[in-house]
């Protein structure tokens, strides 16, 4: 999965007998009364994790649902945490983001008295994005800026180490006149959703002008892009 080889790893379920149907068929009839394999549940989070990848969160979803309820009977945190962040993932996918940020706060309140990390980490950059909305939205926001803390520490290193230097210079010139705007409205507490009905566009396309103000000013998250904006004050 990491390598992007999706059809070996294909492949690999077919060996092991991997499918929506089998998983339907393994959880459905005795569901909280025989207790399913350990192992075979992480197998069916691979299974929709790659779904998820393949652009079908439908079908991860058709996997997660009862897998996250086996879990959650059986008393399996691991397995519930790491399954409603995939749900949340999945709902993302198909751009509901209510659902998403609901999946996301249960496998909150499941991994914070434990101090998960890594597997909200390991889910890469549309958890992160998935966790700042979380945090916009003022949802357990102790734990969540811990886990964006973690982010910054795998991509750049171990704390204390400096990540790549950023941009040698950014502009007005640089940013457009609504890349600006978007600017002063992340220097806020306003969510993507407020700062979209502030500007009158669509959220997605609040999203695509957040990403394009990161690569453009080297950052990674609000937090950075206000500090660098101040900086260079375009703010």
Avoid: C
């Avoid at 149907?21 to 005795?30: I, M, N, R, S």
């Avoid at 400096?162 to 950014?170: D, M």
């Avoid at 396309?205 to 660098?228: D, E, M, N, P, Q």
């Amino acid at each position: 999965m990491a390598q992007g080889d999706f059809t070996a790893l294909e492949r690999w379920m077919e060996r092991r007998d991997l499918t929506i149907e089998g998983v339907a068929a393994a959880l459905a009839p005795h569901e909280g009364q025989v207790p399913p394999d350990y192992v075979r549940q992480i197998e069916y989070a691979a299974l929709a994790r790659l779904r998820i990848a393949r652009q079908r969160p439908d079908e991860a979803l058709e996997i997660l649902l009862p897998t996250t309820r086996a879990a959650e009977k059986l008393g399996w945190n691991g397995v519930a945490i790491e399954t409603l962040a995939l749900q949340a993932l999945a709902f993302r996918a198909q751009g509901d983001v209510e659902q998403a940020l609901d999946a996301l706060e249960r496998a909150l309140a499941l991994g914070e008295p434990s101090g998960y990390v890594r597997t909200f980490v390991d889910e890469g950059g549309a958890m992160a994005d998935l966790l700042r909305e979380a945090a916009a939205q003022g949802i357990a926001l102790e734990y969540v800026n811990k886990l964006l803390a973690a982010f910054e520490v795998a991509e750049h290193g171990a704390l204390g180490q400096p990540g790549p230097p950023p941009q040698a210079r950014a502009s007005t010139e640089t940013l457009s006149e609504r890349e600006l705007e978007v600017l002063r409205l992340l220097n806020t507490s306003l969510s993507s959703t407020e700062m979209a009905d502030e500007l009158v566009v669509s959220v997605n396309t609040v999203r695509t002008h957040v990403r394009s103000i990161y690569s453009k000013l080297g950052v990674h998250s609000r937090y950075k892009a206000v500090a660098r904006a101040r900086e260079l004050n375009l703010i």
